[in-house]
């Protein structure tokens, strides 16, 4: 029998969706359906372990093929099975593990289909050839499916590679007893709590580098002056009640850390960071080499808590990017996992290290 989690059974309902569709919709940055905006589907494209499947709209009919394999299907079947699946999604319990809709799996049967999830090497779950009225071309278009049926997803992962250090900047070094005392704070808001008790008293932290070369060179190659505008939202997350990119940016521009053009409408750190968010859902990772190439996937289509699935994509890399904006947040991962949030003397100096993880907020 076929299992999966409610992002799994996502992808299969992200399928069902547009093909019964039939039209691709694009979204805006507060996640409504822009209704004059849209791309006619021509076919979709589904790498699975046992075959690809290519599902092509013929009027009510959805032609597939597998590796030379063809059968025929009802648009209105799909369609169906899209209004089942997603009463089954949305009825599971929150938290809900992996679990069976044993119609669902039939019907993936009767077309060969026995997997949940696509096989792929990239960020794209799937691939879909649109027909775009403005140039008459048809491009493939990948996607990559986060879904607010389940548990939001994240957008860059932590770990020891997104770690940020910060020396502590003060009138003295910590002492050994003090180091017990602030690294003793074990609060639920610990790592929030330890920073106010550094300020408290007298030390500032001020960043150096970051302790993963490779991302430190990442952020560079998108913006010379990333790691230090990420550096200042990293220590506001974690010294203040605020965690969505949007809040945190608006600290940033009245700070201005960077000290841009105050007179210049221009907005350098808006820009910014929509251009980093991009890269990440694009293709750069921590702790791979980035070239500045995306990857085979272009963009997202996000499944809404109603079902509706909306289309964002680098074709229309303006709403994408503030989709990204509007709808990330910072998120403070396992401090003994990545080992960060603890001050420690290296030198004669002492440095604490915050980490770097950025969610959906649904």
């Known amino acids: 029998m076929l299992k999966g989690n409610k992002g799994e059974w996502s992808e299969v309902y992200t399928l069902f969706k547009v093909l019964s569709d039939g039209n691709l919709y694009s979204g805006d940055g507060d996640l409504n359906k822009v209704k004059n905006l849209f791309f006619p589907i021509i076919s979709v494209l589904r790498k699975e372990s046992n075959g690809t499947f290519k599902f092509s709209l013929k009027d009510n009919l959805v032609l597939i093929d597998r590796d030379g394999e063809q059968k025929k299907i009802l648009v209105k079947e799909f369609a169906r099975l899209t209004n089942l699946l997603l009463r089954e999604i949305e009825e599971a319990p929150k938290g809900a593990g992996a679990f069976e809709i044993p119609m669902v799996e039939e019907f993936l049967e009767s077309y060969g289909s026995n997997s949940l999830k696509a096989q792929s090497s990239s960020k794209s779950d799937i691939k879909i050839e649109i027909h775009d009225h403005r140039t008459g071309y048809n491009p493939k278009l990948g996607f990559s499916i986060k879904s607010q049926l389940g ?36 609060t639920r808001s610990k790592i929030k709590d330890r920073i106010t008790w550094l300020q408290k008293h007298g030390f500032k932290l001020v960043f150096t580098h970051l302790e993963n070369r490779i991302f430190q060179n990442n952020l560079i190659l998108i913006d010379t002056a990333l790691p230090t505008i ?133």
């Not at 940020?164 to 003793?184: E, R, W």
């Not at 079902?307 to 947040?329: A, M, P, Q, W």
Request: proline share 2%; aromatic share 12%; net charge negative.
């Open 151 to 186: 548990t939001a997803s994240t957008l860059l992962n932590a770990g020891r590679t997104t770690n940020f250090i910060y020396q502590l900047d003060g009138s003295k070094q910590l002492s050994d007893d003090h180091l017990k005392i602030v690294n003793g704070i074990n």
């Open 230 to 362: 990420l550096s200042e939202m990293i220590l506001d997350f974690y010294s203040s009640d605020k965690n969505k990119v949007a809040h945190l940016l608006d600290n940033l521009n009245s700070n201005n850390p960077i000290k841009y053009d105050d007179n210049s409408e221009q907005p350098f750190y808006e820009y910014k960071i929509k251009r980093l968010l991009s890269d990440i859902a694009l293709g750069m990772t921590p702790s791979s080499t980035w070239n500045g190439v995306l990857d085979a996937t272009g963009g997202y289509l996000v499944v809404k808590e109603d079902g509706d699935v909306l289309c964002y994509h680098i074709y229309n890399r303006n709403e994408f990017e503030s989709y990204l904006l509007k709808n990330t947040k910072f998120e403070t991962a396992s401090t003994s996992r990545h080992g960060f949030g603890s001050v420690y003397n290296e030198k004669g100096i002492s440095y604490i290290k915050l980490n770097l993880q950025i969610r959906f907020t649904k």
